[in-house]
């Protein structure tokens, strides 16, 4: 466990200075899972596409809709790396200084990313459950609905 250095601006700013490296990589990383979601999305709905020339099927309008909605989430991991990139690239101005705009940049670049990946979470949780009530609530009320059916 690491010890904690005196607090001071020079050892906030190496701390700062420590995280850059690591803020590049997931920053880089995320962006590639993006572009490699797009592509990916793109793919599939393509073929999608090609399968539903000559025939209509509801397999190849499925694979349609499928790319085309993978292709669009790839679009909530590009702006969380581009947060990522921007804080990295103003603590990589810190290395020669300790400018404060760069400090308030590199912050803010974190600031946007916590935010933004805060707000994707509170999404998929409130999706999360509105998809268990409907796996509970659809087999409820087919079973009701059957039962108020006559008998015949």
């Known amino acids: 466990m690491d010890t904690p250095a005196p607090v001071g601006r020079d050892a906030i700013l190496d701390k700062l ?5 690591w ?12 572009v490699l979601m797009l592509l990916a999305g793109g793919g599939v709905a393509l073929v999608g596409a090609l399968s539903a020339i000559g025939a ?5 309008g499925l694979m349609l809709a499928a790319g085309l909605l993978y292709a669009v989430l790839s679009l909530v991991y590009l702006f969380p ?12 101005g810190l290395q020669t200084g300790s400018d404060d705009a760069a400090v308030a940049e590199a912050l803010e670049g974190q600031r946007r990313f916590w935010k933004y990946i805060g707000v994707v979470a509170i999404v998929f949780i409130v999706l999360y ?14 079973a009701l609905q059957k039962a108020a059916q006559p008998a015949g």
């Open 23 to 34: 803020l590049r990589f997931m920053g880089i990383l995320t962006m590639i899972t993006a």
């Open 81 to 92: 790396a581009l947060h990522l990139l921007r804080s990295a690239r103003a603590i990589r």
């Open 129 to 142: 459950v509105l998809a268990i009530l409907l796996a509970v609530a659809l087999p409820v009320l087919a």
């Open 56 to 60: 209509v099927e509801a397999k190849a």
């Open 17 to 21: 200075r420590q995280t850059q490296p």
